[in-house]
């Protein structure tokens, strides 16, 4: 089936480090690719998104790249800040499965300062 | 504008027991979802509803049943609460194809 395998946290850093975290899915079709944020206490926001290989999502200094050829979608910033202590949840969806999302696991970064 | 409402925010049930968790929404959308959040799993689908007066069953179904009352509301309702439903449920509404709009979450304890 279709699925997101995100890499194992916790992550933990400290301020103006480099983050990557990686994100990899399986999927029968052309998928659209999340980046979701949870901060402590919240729900889930949409960080950012990409519908088509080769696309870049960008947001709040955030990236991530849509490899079709890797089947991958990592996270990356190149230099956090104690407010991007979070869980982050890669995710995809279908439209033959309606649109629904798919999430990984989830991975949990702590910015140290 | 509040977005996507929840409530309760915290509910403590004993085994057995039964409770609605409600949602609402003020964005118009044909839309919502609830999830379930438990640790290491990401967040698995209970049910949908594609629009109101349609209810579908997502991933992890079992123990649960939903109403769509209307386009704002939608309510997830556990009949007989069980120590395995202990977790946090989400709300949560689309604008377009997985944008997803979240409440801030039920935390549920089942003893």
């Known amino acids: 089936g279709d699925s997101v395998t995100q890499m194992e946290g916790p992550v933990t850093l400290s301020e103006e480090a480099f983050l990557t975290i990686n994100c990899t899915y399986t999927a029968t079709g052309y998928p659209s690719l999340f980046w979701y944020v949870q901060y402590p206490g919240e729900g889930l926001q949409l960080l950012l998104k990409a519908t088509k290989a080769d696309d870049k999502g960008s947001n709040k200094g955030f990236e991530a790249t849509y490899r079709k050829e890797t089947t991958s979608f990592h996270l990356e910033k190149g230099s956090v800040q104690v407010s991007d202590s979070a869980v982050y949840f890669c995710?995809?969806?279908?439209?033959?499965?309606?649109?629904?999302?798919?999430f990984g696991a989830g991975t949990t970064v702590t910015v140290r300062a | 504008n509040a977005g996507v409402t929840q409530t309760p925010k915290f509910q403590v049930l004993k085994t057995g027991q039964s409770m609605t968790l409600q949602c609402a929404q003020d964005?118009?959308?044909?839309?919502m979802y609830w999830y379930r959040q438990d640790p290491g799993m990401g967040l698995r689908l209970i049910y949908y509803s594609a629009s109101e007066g349609t209810t579908d069953k997502g991933e992890v179904p079992n123990g649960y049943n939903v109403s769509r009352l209307n386009k704002r509301e939608f309510s997830l309702r556990l009949e007989s609460a069980a120590p395995s439903q202990t977790s946090v449920y989400f709300c949560?509404?689309?604008?377009?194809?997985?944008?997803?709009?979240f409440g801030e979450g039920s935390r549920l304890t089942v003893l």
């Open positions: 995710a995809l969806s279908l439209r033959s499965n309606d649109y629904k999302l798919s």
């Open positions: 949560a509404t689309n604008r377009v194809a997985g944008e997803l709009f």
């Open positions: 964005m118009n959308h044909n839309s």
